[in-house]
């Protein structure tokens, strides 16, 4: 489940994506991101959630973001990766901008998927200060390991969801 129901009342909400396209993530690992991202839209379009906006992120050195709170049904299905170096914290900065936008009656929901390579040195903290921030607004964080991630990159991620309160 991507949102706890006990938390609040199935509604409209703003998925933001956080999309690792570094180099660690080329090849199979990219794609089975690629086709994680499609389901979950294929997924909530299913569900009939058509006022579900996205907003997407990719990042290697530098975060890009591909898409501001588009309607889910109208939201690019896959994207282009640099495939560079890997740097965290400068991607959930992009994502804060994205999520401080999010419109009154939406609930933030991010999506971080990687394989917890990182090579910035403050992921844990940045996410935490993003949940202090959007707590009050019910932001609910998931982070999702591909690939290689089963070991220390998977540790990673799973502390950064930890410190947001997520899964």
Request: with cysteine; aromatic share 12%.
């Given at each position: 489940?991507?949102?706890?129901?006990?938390?609040?009342?199935?509604?409209?909400?703003?998925?933001?994506?956080?999309?690792?396209?570094?180099?660690?993530?080329?090849?199979?690992?990219?794609?089975?991101?690629?086709?994680?991202?499609?389901?979950?839209?294929?997924?909530?379009?299913?569900?009939?959630?058509?006022?579900d906006l996205v907003s997407v992120v990719t990042f290697s050195d530098s975060p890009t973001v591909?898409?501001?709170?588009?309607?889910?049904?109208?939201?690019?299905?896959?994207?282009?990766?640099?495939?560079?170096?890997?740097?965290?914290?400068?991607?959930?900065?992009?994502?804060?901008?994205?999520?401080?936008?999010?419109?009154?009656?939406?609930?933030?929901?991010?999506?971080?998927?990687?394989?917890?390579?990182?090579?910035?040195?403050?992921?844990?903290?940045?996410?935490?200060?993003?949940?202090?921030?959007?707590?009050?607004?019910?932001?609910?964080?998931?982070?999702?390991?591909?690939?290689?991630?089963?070991?220390?990159g998977a540790t990673l991620l799973q502390s950064m969801a930890t410190a947001a309160g997520g899964?």
């Open positions: 489940p991507l949102f706890d129901g006990t938390k609040q009342p199935a509604h409209a909400f703003h998925f933001v994506f956080c999309l690792d396209g570094s180099g660690s993530m080329s090849g199979q690992p990219w794609q089975d991101l690629t086709a994680a991202y499609q389901q979950l839209l294929h997924r909530r379009n299913s569900d009939q959630c058509l006022g591909q898409i501001t709170r588009q309607p889910i049904a109208t939201v690019a299905k896959s994207f282009s990766a640099t495939f560079g170096g890997t740097y965290f914290a400068p991607a959930l900065t992009q994502c804060d901008a994205l999520i401080a936008g999010t419109p009154a009656g939406y609930t933030p929901i991010l999506i971080f998927m990687s394989d917890g390579c990182d090579g910035s040195s403050n992921a844990i903290g940045t996410m935490q200060q993003l949940y202090t921030k959007y707590r009050g607004r019910n932001l609910q964080v998931h982070t999702i390991a591909f690939a290689s991630s089963w070991g220390s899964k």
